[in-house]
């Protein structure tokens, strides 16, 4: 599952409002849906991969060209919050205010209401998950518990992820506000992500990448992944989805669902 994480302004607004007037900063956010988003696009073009992108609403309201041009690739677009709130620090009320208006226009510009949700920050409340299958939402993208999909008790799909498998913490960069370190090497995140693909296929898990376009959108960040989606291609028996695909396949396939086995060999390394 290939997701992009499209932040663009709300990665500095949802911290300080008061960052729209540094237009150095702000300028790093815009990168990613006015260069990093329809770069990406051409190369999964190229590749005829489908990706899944999580936009905050706000987003998709500032950037509308973006907006069509991923969803007339027929790419899926999910939840995201509004200003990538956390959660955390949300009231129920507020969580679900903020839910309901950023569905709502993901709605209104995609024609379609979105089915997957990715909290900002990765980060949910006790509540999020009930809150998420009671307003018709199919999956989950937040938790880190597991390298496969899972169900939980009220039906909602879980498609975990994991810190290692995130852009962020690889290429992230800013000094005032300073945000992440020093960016690695693209060298280095392909051998860490690759050797982690390598062994989940082994597995047989599900590998969720997760990208955001002002980072991943750079062009050598764009040659990494081209050189590790076409390796991944190569390498056979690997599927290529859309959340809400990946989502559909664990809710009607009950035998896709690993249970807690400890004398499973598949268990074992």
């Known amino acids: 599952m290939l997701c992009f994480d499209v932040d663009g302004e709300t990665t ?12 150095t900063t702000m300028s790093q956010c815009e990168y990613g849906p006015n260069v990093g988003v329809p770069r990406l696009l051409g190369l999964l073009d190229h590749l ?8 905050p609403s706000y987003i998709a309201e500032q950037h509308p060209r973006m907006m069509e041009a991923i969803v007339s690739r027929g790419h899926e677009v999910g939840a995201h919050g509004h200003l990538h709130e956390k959660l955390a620090h949300l009231t129920p009320n507020e969580e679900r205010s903020i839910l309901e208006k950023s569905t709502g226009i993901l709605e209104r510009i995609t024609g379609k209401r979105p089915v997957g ?6 980060e949910i409340n006790p509540g999020t998950t ?3 299958a009671a307003h018709g939402f199919l999956y989950n993208a937040s938790l880190m518990g597991d390298d496969v999909p899972y169900m939980h008790p009220n039906g909602l799909i879980e498609i975990p992820g994991q810190w290692m498998l995130e852009d962020w913490e690889q290429f992230a960069f800013n000094a005032e506000p300073a945000w992440g ?3 690695e090497n693209c060298a280095k995140v392909f051998d860490l992500w690759w050797r982690e693909f390598e062994a989940m296929h082994d597995f047989g898990c599900c590998f969720v990448l997760t990208l955001h376009p002002w980072l991943s959108g750079r062009p050598s960040r764009v040659r990494l992944l081209e050189e590790l989606l076409t390796k ?3 390498r056979g028996n690997v599927w290529f989805a859309r959340g809400h695909e990946i989502a559909e396949y664990v809710r009607d396939h009950p035998e896709a669902r690993r249970e807690v086995n400890f004398d499973h060999p598949a268990s074992k390394p």
């Open 232 to 234: 991944a291609h190569a």
């Open 117 to 122: 949700f990715r909290a900002p920050w990765f």
């Open 130 to 132: 009930d809150l998420l």
């Open 181 to 183: 370190s020093l960016p």
């Open 12 to 23: 500095a607004l949802s911290e300080d409002p008061a960052l729209a007037s540094r237009l």
């Open 48 to 55: 005829q991969v489908p990706a899944t992108f999580f936009v």
